[in-house]
């Protein structure tokens, strides 16, 4: 919140970034935030990722002058580039998986990742498998959005393509959708919500947009993903996930008949799931051993004694 660094900037208040995903301005090595690539592989690729970062800081530039007139109310020199305000912050914490995230060819001594939070939000209900116990077919969680991102047709097309498959289909719709605006299928149960760390574990794969906490929540629990990118940083996240051989991407906009062939893939192919345990066993350990509590109170110390 650029807003709260400067005002911290203004009065000499020490502060430090804690972002909850990962790395929002561009570093060497890793692909330009949206763009949905890999990192790059030669000097041609490295130089078509420099000109989407240019194009995308742009972007950002765009509201600089309006900012750089609010940090002149607060005795603050201009900046020459929005993200130049990171450069206050003591540090910046990232609360996620540095096995999850791409390596940046150049690591910066100022970022330093402390391991994904996993604390299950409050609103999940409880869950209890509707399917009687001797239906050993596989399950697929399905979770598109706890908000609106103009999705209903293709959670629908996932739907009637998981339709003629034989899994049990487990749809979780939050608070975006009406269970009356679905069509559910035979082998499909729909409902608002469900601890992810209860159900992921029995899952064959999980379909999802890639939200940061469904992904990292599948990664836990070693279970492979078919990442539909809607927006935000899902594309990023999907990447993660299928250089890592983790899982599939595809567009929103897919064919029924591929969203098919990638749910068929991701059934019979181990290898999706030997890939997301082997990552998943990393993420996991590095949650396991977050050091955010640790970071953040030597943070405040060094404020005090500053």
Known sequence: MFGVMAACESVGQPFVILGSSIRFDAQPGIPPLGSRLSPARNDQERAMHAEIAKAGQGMFDSGLPSFNQ?????????????????????????????????????????????????????????????????????????GFSTTFQNHAGVLQRTIDALATLSVRVRVTLGDSIDRSERRAADNCVVVDSAPHSVVMPQAAFVVTPGGRGTVIRALV???????????????????????RGAGLALPADASLQSFRAACERLLTEPSFRDAARELGDRVAADAARSTEVQELEEAAARAVTA
């Open 221 to 243: 629990s070693r279970v492979p993903m078919l990442v539909v990118p809607l927006g935000r940083d899902q594309a990023d996240h999907a990447v993660r996930v299928t250089e």
């Open 70 to 142: 609010t940090r002149a109310t607060l005795g603050l020199a201009p900046l020459d580039d929005l993200l130049g305000q990171y450069d206050a912050a003591m540090y910046e914490l990232l609360a996620t998986s540095q096995a999850y995230d791409f390596p940046a060819t150049e690591p910066s001594s100022r970022v330093r990742y402390v391991g994904p939070q996993l604390v299950a939000p409050q609103r999940a209900q409880q869950w209890s498998s509707p399917w009687p116990a001797p239906d050993t077919r596989p399950l697929v969680v399905v």
